[in-house]
């Protein structure tokens, strides 16, 4: 018997739960009882997910993935209506609540040198592509999660799902928040994730938001200044004169036009939005410009972020695209060698304090003449203390305890590796004690399956010779194998590194592909158009408001 933890509608325990008999609708008419409800208006939800039993027959609550222990949030709808309302609230709220937990596990995963559970690790990278380490772990951690929660944000805003937009921006302004400000003023992610909360604001159209929407105007301005330097001058030298820049100050400029305008400051909102055309006018690009870049073979998407970034400039633009290529390439290669490392350090194990095996380190240990994988071993067991490593591996005793240690573990690895594939193929269908007697017998696994697949009553220990072969000059056959071995061949090559923490994978695959799919001028490449029919509806408003001699705008 299971019990259940419920809140909401009734707060209690529910003891001597059967989850392999009960149904969704036992348990919603046990709630509906203690808390004097209808039960038709309870609604039921565990682990985020709302609990449905729309199926013939009814499946059981173990069937639904209801576990022992489970924390049951009960909900009541005094209406269809009000009760679709409300659930959509609490999914709403749920999902957003798993992207703050996705964010914060992985960022605490990637940022203290612990082993990636993925074959994957997440880095903070400058704008060329360079590996940066910014302040102290707790810092570094901060920056991950704002950082990811900031590009689920913008992937959100392009989905124009402003609102849930502005709760994850939030959630990444909290976390930038938590770092040391000398480190957050090296970068503009922080202005720009103010510019994309107020642009929300903008896109949501309510007007109770504009005495924020200044202040973080204000503040996205000055943090853009303290990162790119006064006229951007310090960016200008980093991107090699180039104008990246220009689309995200079109942005800001008509952002504070827009809050010139509705507070009543018509002059300083006319020469705010002003300026914003004249930056919408330079981001135009030109037909001719564009199928000059095209026609050297470059996307239309491509070619117009180049000429927007380059003023306009063929040559600069075609340069450009020359450069990301190369950049995209290197990042690839870079890529795959830190797969390659991570997968190394799988190899050697994690140290007491869950740590990977630091690369480096064992680089410097294996330069002065030690065996690779005895100062991997030596560091692992020393929290990679270089010194003491040394200690271990210059010491007899030590040294001979480390070579134990690591025939050991590789005993161990064979045999849970045989052990793991004996039950792959027992769950084939073949009968286990051949599966042992056919891996007894030594070989690869496409011997072992070959051995099994042999006529009833052959031994699976001896290689099956055809009969075809002994009247035609030795060529042999051998018998087809069952329709899922492929299949079930692949599983063997992936390696089970689930295990000691719950995750919520989905989410986190979602995070990661926001993550992946970014650049370090994606927070530059917008696409104005919005902008500009913005541009033109509010400086007809503030002529509008200047011809009638208005102080205070009507709405």
């Not at 013939?56 to 909900?75: C, F, H, M, R, Y």
């Not at 903070?124 to 999660?145: F, P, W, Y």
């Not at 009968?431 to 056919?438: I, Q, T």
Request: glycine residues 6%.
């Amino acid at each position: 018997m299971a019990k259940l933890k419920i809140g909401g509608t009734w707060a209690g325990v529910l003891e001597e739960v059967d989850l392999q008999a009960w149904t969704l609708a036992t348990l919603r008419d046990h709630v509906a009882a203690r808390s004097n409800t209808p039960s038709d208006s309870i609604n039921l939800i565990c682990a985020g997910k709302i609990l449905k039993d729309d199926t013939v027959p009814p499946q059981t609550l173990a069937q639904l993935g209801v576990k022992s222990n489970a924390k049951i949030l009960a909900t009541r709808a005094s209406t269809p209506q009000q009760g679709h309302s409300f659930l959509a609230q609490e999914e709403r709220s749920s999902r957003l609540a798993r992207i703050r937990a996705a964010a914060n596990a992985m960022a605490e995963r990637h940022a203290d040198g612990a082993l990636p559970v993925e074959d994957f690790n997440i880095e903070v990278e400058d704008q060329n592509g360079q590996k940066v380490r910014l302040g102290s772990e707790t810092d570094q951690r901060a920056v991950m999660m704002g950082l990811m929660l900031h590009a689920k944000g913008k992937r959100l805003i392009r989905q124009g799902n402003y609102k849930d937009a502005l709760e994850v921006l939030s959630m990444g302004e909290e976390s930038f928040s938590l770092c040391d400000p000398k480190v957050i003023e090296l970068i503009d992610n922080v202005p720009i994730l103010q510019i994309d909360m107020v642009w929300c604001y903008f896109m949501i159209r309510d007007i109770k938001w504009l005495s924020d929407a200044g202040k973080r105007l204000e503040m996205a301005r000055e943090g853009i200044e303290r990162a790119h330097g006064k006229d951007s001058f310090r960016l200008r030298l980093l991107q090699g004169g180039r104008y990246p820049e220009l689309a995200l100050h079109l942005r800001l400029e008509l952002l504070e036009g827009v809050v010139a305008y509705h507070t009543g400051q018509f002059e300083k909102s006319k020469q705010t939005l002003a300026s914003a055309r004249t930056k919408f006018i330079q981001l135009q690009v030109p037909d001719e410009a564009l199928s000059l870049v095209m026609s050297m073979g470059f996307a239309e998407r491509d070619a117009k972020r180049a000429l927007r970034m380059n003023n306009q400039d063929v040559g600069g633009a075609i340069d450009f695209l020359a450069e990301e290529k190369t950049k995209k390439l290197r990042k690839r290669e870079e890529d795959i060698r830190r797969r390659n490392e991570i997968k190394e350090q799988k190899r050697y194990g994690m140290t007491p304090l869950k740590k990977a095996v630091d690369l480096e380190r064992l680089k410097e240990l294996v330069s002065i003449g030690f065996d690779k994988e005895l100062a991997a071993e030596a560091l692992r067991r020393n929290e990679n203390d270089t010194q003491k490593a040394l200690d271990d591996l210059t010491n007899p005793e030590t040294n001979s305890a480390l070579q134990v240690n690591i025939e050991s573990r590789k005993r161990k690895r064979q045999k849970a590796a045989r052990d793991s594939e004996i039950e792959k193929v027992v769950q084939m269908g073949f009968e286990r004690s051949r599966v042992v007697a056919a891996f007894e017998a030594g070989g690869s696994l496409d011997e072992v399956l070959q051995r099994l697949t042999a006529q009833p009553g052959t031994d699976p220990t001896q290689p099956r010779e055809n009969s075809a072969s002994a009247s035609h000059g030795g060529a042999s056959s051998s018998a087809p194998l069952p329709d899922n071995v492929d299949a079930d061949l692949a599983m063997y090559k992936v390696e089970d590194h689930s295990k000691t923490e719950q995750r919520d994978v989905e989410m986190e695959d979602e995070l990661s592909a926001d993550i992946a799919k970014a650049d370090a001028l994606a927070d530059y490449d917008i696409e104005v158009t919005v902008e500009g029919e913005a541009i033109t509806e509010y400086l007809a408003l503030v002529e509008s408001a200047s011809c009638r001699g208005e102080t205070v705008p009507s709405q």
